[in-house]
């Protein structure tokens, strides 16, 4: 006799669903805003009309995602995004100080969606670039949705198997770079006019006296710095990985379950099924 009756875990799954599909519409219609309205006034202050907009709906959208992913997330995870999102800032800043077209700003976020999935990944790069651009560096806050793209990325190339050898990461980070460079470039023109600061702002200047129009500038550099500084970011984060014991790594769901560093996971699969026979 078939049944209708919706079971709990069946409407927790479509709640779950819901919240990450509303979290994500929230994300996108926010950077939106901020390609389509221009509003050069948040490159001076986070708490301006359009800064605080921004920072209400990176951080809604963040927690609509959070509430959608936490029952997948282990205590490990919680623990792991405050000290993701300081490794995010630190050496991001520190990048920007010295000058280097690179940004190597979202490692953390990267290392957190390789062990704990894309949603996790997610919503520490949003905290990242909210917590950034209300302490040092307003300009950080529009650019949240270029390490929601990262998150989603890096997540599904763990899912793929692109973290279990060394040569494989630095593809995956290049493909993550060229999709970041597309998003972030409308916001690099028509939000901070091309001038973001650091090495990469000079960048654009030396392809505007070529005569790219500023869209054009911002892009070019974008695809110039970010497949190279993701391909960077992938490495380091495949090395740390490597380095961690294979104990702590299993203790995430997100890599029993897909398998993210392949050989070792099947041992300990095949090892656990031998003991149940």
């Not at 006799?1 to 819901?18: F, G, H």
């Not at 010295?98 to 953390?108: K, N, V």
């Not at 560096?137 to 198997?161: C, D, E, F, K, T």
């Amino acid at each position: 006799m078939s049944s209708t009756t919706t079971t709990p875990a069946a409407t927790n799954k479509t709640r779950n669903r819901i919240l990450v599909a509303a979290g994500t519409v929230i994300i996108v219609a926010t950077y939106l805003y901020l390609v389509v309205g221009q509003p050069t006034e948040i490159a001076q202050s986070s708490f301006s009309q359009s800064g605080l907009i921004a920072i209400a709906g990176y951080v809604i959208g963040a927690i609509l995602l959070a509430m959608g992913a936490i029952h997948r997330l282990p205590t490990a995870t919680v623990a792991m995004v405050p000290v993701a999102i300081a490794l995010n800032i630190v050496v991001g800043q520190l990048v920007s100080v010295i000058g280097l077209p690179l940004y190597l700003d979202s490692i953390g976020t990267v290392l957190v969606s390789a062990l704990a999935g894309p949603a996790a990944g997610v919503v520490t790069g949003i905290l990242t670039n909210v917590i950034w651009g209300l302490t040092l560096s307003p300009i950080a806050l529009p650019y949240a949705v270029v390490q929601v793209i990262i998150g989603v990325m890096a997540g599904y190339a763990a899912r793929l198997g692109m973290f279990r050898l060394f040569y494989l990461a630095p593809v995956a980070g290049a493909v993550t770079g060229f999709v970041a460079a597309m998003v972030s470039a409308p916001i690099s023109a028509f939000v901070f006019g091309g001038a973001t600061g650091g090495g990469t702002g000079a960048i654009v200047g030396a392809f505007q006296a070529m005569g790219n129009s500023l869209l054009a500038s911002t892009t070019l550099q974008g695809l110039l710095s970010d497949p190279l500084d993701k391909a960077i970011t992938f490495t380091v984060v495949v090395l740390i990985l490597a380095a961690l014991p294979s104990r702590f790594r299993q203790r995430f769901p997100f890599v029993r379950e897909h398998n993210v560093f392949g050989r070792k996971t099947q041992v300990v699969q095949h090892q656990t099924s031998t003991t149940e026979a």
